[in-house]
């Protein structure tokens, strides 16, 4: 017999809602020929609607979804097999998915040794008394009755949330009756996701909900935070992240930036959210976990939306407010054609406040923030507010950075939807990006030897665009930029960031190499693709150079930079970009915040 070749890619618990349903679900990633097969998707929903009623459970809704993609000139197909299952019974769900699928291909394939092939019902059954547990269940149960959150991990249940919450070892659970339930609650929660301006987003709402006297958790990209300090450096932009935030005892507010590397790999970490905030779509990730198109995209963003989508609040699920870009066609599009979005209660922001979408919007009686005459305005209910000249706001640097005008009404929509005063979004929104500390790695603006470099971390076409227009609208002597890209895009994408920096005609491009992202590819082999795509799209191959790491990439940028110049650094590691701060702090010649206009 020959041995099975792979016939699945992963194989992953998605442990709240998720890109096919608002629950708890399986998803395996099915390789080969047979993931294209019709009849091999029917034999593996049959398996396992089989499995699942001999174990009682509810019925699994089977899904198998289709991607084809090119690589180079051969096509290829992948297909993703997911099904609901019980929330206490992952692990064995996750099981039944692959047997289903080996199963599947077997019947398919004769010859082929199948891995659990010996497995039936009785040996499923088994691993599923394993694995529930009645005291965790009827925990659950009583926080539902509470209308309390859960969060659960391998090791530790969490009842209530950040100040107003308690947890427990599973290994040690109480009964329901010693909880003191009585101390127990929920703390506001916002979810902020989108392509770009994530972080500078959620910090913005961050820094207001500080600004009225409350202890934030915040979670993100960039790491853990409560009370402005650091719990962890890191990408925590996925649920355990957002657990910590939620389970640590001085949290009153929470702001978990959410991403979507979390949201496909685990689902949503949380059944319930005040506010989830979507500030745009733009191509980047493509080829991960089924994502091809900016409208697979948009729905991967939108999973947040079953946070707010209808229900009642606590512990239930629902009842807050969706923010989004209605600037975005692609996420208004998506937001109007996906139930658990179109049925919230929705807020819109755009550059423009008198924009038709926002007219209407408002018509309706619902919130909107955007631009009017340079000034950012706010309408919530039946009120309009003004809330300062949007130049006068530090982190759009004098008006240039128009993304950064979207972030900041993005953020004043979320913090007055839930009942954040007007006077301290607009004091905060006056201040907030003054000092680098306030948002690191997003816009950051140094004087260096008469240059201005900017920091910021755009990684996509769109993100590094934004980028090198605000750097265009400074008039440089001459432009010097630092490139690079992580390993796991595609070929496509990579030449599409290096196309998008050729078209802003820099002076000097330093191409870096990050040695810790090369996530599969050889070393050089980005780079190699970058500087390609540069002299392809025009550059000249004298303004093209590749630097081994990004550090070193950096600071020779820094050292041929010249009075007039602006460098634009997208630095993608928080430990080069803090060393890079304390070195242009030290030789920084006037304040970092100087205006530009």
């Given amino acids: 017999m020959n041995p099975l070749p792979p016939i699945f890619e992963d194989s992953r618990r998605l442990v709240g809602a998720n890109l096919y349903f608002d629950r708890p679900a399986v998803v395996l990633s099915a390789l080969g020929p047979l993931a294209a097969d019709d009849a091999a998707h029917a034999r593996w929903a049959a398996a396992v609607s089989s499995i699942a009623a001999a174990l009682g459970w509810p019925a699994p809704q089977p899904q198998a979804q289709l991607h084809v993609q090119m690589q180079g000139s051969a096509q290829s197909a992948s297909a993703r097999l997911a099904f609901v299952a019980p929330a206490a019974l992952l692990y064995t769900a996750t099981e039944v998915n692959e047997w289903a699928w080996e199963q599947a291909v077997g019947e398919a394939a004769a010859g082929f040794v199948i891995q659990h092939g010996g497995l039936d019902v009785a040996a499923f059954c088994a691993r599923a008394d394993d ?124 702001v978990l930036e959410t991403a979507r590397g979390g949201l496909l790999r685990r689902g949503l970490a949380v059944r319930h959210a005040d506010v989830a905030v979507v500030t745009n779509i733009s191509a980047d990730h493509f080829g991960e976990y089924g994502m091809h198109t900016l409208d697979d995209i948009a729905r991967a963003k939108l999973i947040v939306a079953h946070a707010v989508a209808g229900g009642s609040g606590g512990g239930g699920g629902g009842g807050g407010v969706l923010v989004l870009n209605a600037g975005d066609a692609t996420l208004m599009r998506a937001a109007a054609r996906w139930p658990h979005a179109a049925q919230a209660r929705q807020a819109l922001f755009a550059l423009d406040f008198d924009a038709v979408p926002l007219r209407k919007h408002r018509a309706a009686g619902s919130a909107t923030c955007g631009l009017r005459a340079g000034e950012l305005w706010l309408s919530i209910a039946g009120q309009e507010h003004a809330l300062g000249a949007a130049a006068a706001m530090p982190m759009t640097l004098g008006g240039a950075a128009a993304f950064n005008i979207e972030n900041a009404a993005a953020a004043t929509l979320a913090a007055a939807s839930v009942g954040l005063p007007i006077d301290i979004i607009r004091t905060t929104l006056l201040s907030f990006g003054r000092a680098p500390s306030d948002n690191p790695g997003r ?118 930079a010249e009075a007039g110049d602006v460098i634009v650094l997208p630095v993608h590691t928080a430990a080069v970009r803090e060393r890079l701060a304390a070195r242009l702090a030290a030789l920084s010649t006037s304040p970092p915040a100087a205006r530009l206009d």
Avoid at 193 to 210: D, F, Q, V, W
Avoid at 524 to 548: F, N
Wanted: glycine residues 10%.
């Fill in 131 to 254: 694995e529930f547990s009645r005291p965790l269940a009827r925990l659950k149960a009583a926080a539902a009755e509470h209308q309390l959150p859960c969060f659960e991990d391998d090791d530790t249940l969490s009842i209530g949330a950040g100040s107003g919450s308690v947890s427990y070892p599973r290994a040690a659970l109480p009964l329901p009756m010693d909880v003191p339930w009585s101390r127990l609650h929920d703390v506001p929660t916002i979810l902020v996701t989108g392509s770009n301006g994530k972080t500078t987003t959620a910090r913005l709402i961050a820094a207001i909900a500080a600004a009225g006297g409350t202890t934030i958790g915040l979670c993100g990209t960039e790491g853990i935070f409560v009370g402005g300090a650091r719990l962890a450096l890191g990408d925590y932009a996925g649920p355990a992240g957002a657990r910590v935030v939620l389970r640590h005892p001085a949290v009153d507010f929470a």
């Fill in 443 to 560: 816009l950051e603006r140094w004087s260096h030897h008469g240059a201005t470099v900017l920091v910021d971390y755009a990684h996509n076409p769109d993100g590094l665009a934004q980028l090198l227009r605000v750097a265009r609208s400074l008039q440089p002597a001459r432009l010097g930029l630092l490139l690079g890209q992580a390993g796991n895009r595609d070929d496509v994408a990579i030449t599409d960031l290096a196309r998008t920096a050729a078209g802003f005609a820099p002076d000097l491009v330093v191409i870096k190499e990050l040695p810790l992202m090369l996530r599969g590819r050889a070393a050089g082999e980005v780079p190699a693709l970058i500087e390609r795509a540069l002299h392809d799209a025009g550059l000249d191959a004298l303004k093209t150079l590749q630097e081994a790491d990004e550090e070193t990439a950096a600071l020779r940028l820094l050292d041929w």
